[in-house]
């Protein structure tokens, strides 16, 4: 009896680590429904977070900059809006077209996409 729990608990241990883990956005056209709001950069140097866009959102993982744009905000983990001033958003971002390149250069935001 004691083995079949652990067994249990093993494999949904397995399982809950082997989900995706991915960071769903949606992109919301007022700021006012947003999570965050955020300001797209020219250069990777000036960004906090650089973004890659994912094709699936299995492909995304965590709070890495690996986002997956979802067309349904009930799906999505955040929803920001694109603001048009650096100076009004909460997270300067990078689009890169390299997956390897994501990733947080100001940690000290990390909790905005949390």
Known sequence: MIIKKL????TATFFLA????A???YAEDSEYNAD???YVVDSEYDADLI????DSEYDADGNEGLWYFDDSEYN?????YFEDSEYNADL????????????WE??????LMY
């Open 92 to 103: 300067l971002i990078y689009f890169t077209d390299s997956e390897y390149d994501a990733g």
């Open 7 to 10: 067994l249990l608990g093993f």
């Open 36 to 38: 965050i709001t955020v």
């Open 18 to 21: 082997m989900a995706p883990q």
């Open 23 to 25: 960071q769903v956005v």
């Open 106 to 111: 100001e940690n000290d935001k990390k909790h």
């Open 51 to 54: 973004v890659y866009k994912c």
């Open 76 to 80: 999505a983990d955040k929803t920001i």
